[in-house]
């Protein structure tokens, strides 16, 4: 499964962004498919991920609430809408993909096999 992350932005503090994930091979809807998020000097951290269909969603306890994962099958796609986007959120981030099946973590991306090259998020006035 080979996987692309889009969005690339720099937004103000307050706005929104909405990241795609598309995958170029495969079907995504097979597979429980992560956003994970990587700030300079920090380690990776979970954001949010969906079993397949839209079963099992996690979100990390510093977006909950403002962002939104989901699926669009018609267009082999995950999106990851960030609303009321902080300084904070300032990363590179990436999508990733595993087995539904597999015991995946979504807070340290464990068990997460195929990952996107990634694209930076920068939230500054």
């Known amino acids: 499964l080979h996987l692309a992350e889009s969005g690339v932005g720099l937004v103000q503090p307050g706005g929104s962004l909405r990241l795609s994930c598309v995958a170029s091979e495969g079907t995504l809807d097979y597979y429980a498919i992560g956003w994970f998020r990587q700030a300079p000097g920090k380690v990776r951290e979970g954001v949010s991920c969906?079993?397949?269909?839209?079963?099992?969603?996690y979100y990390a306890h510093s977006v909950k609430g403002r962002f939104t994962i989901s699926r669009d099958n018609a267009h082999n796609t995950v999106y990851l809408q960030m609303d009321s986007l902080k300084p904070e959120d300032t990363a590179v981030y990436y999508c990733a993909s595993t087995s539904p099946l597999s015991n995946y973590v979504c807070s340290t991306g464990e068990y997460f096999g195929s990952w996107g090259k990634g694209t930076q998020v920068t939230v500054s006035s």
């Open positions: 969906v079993g397949r269909g839209h079963s099992n969603i």
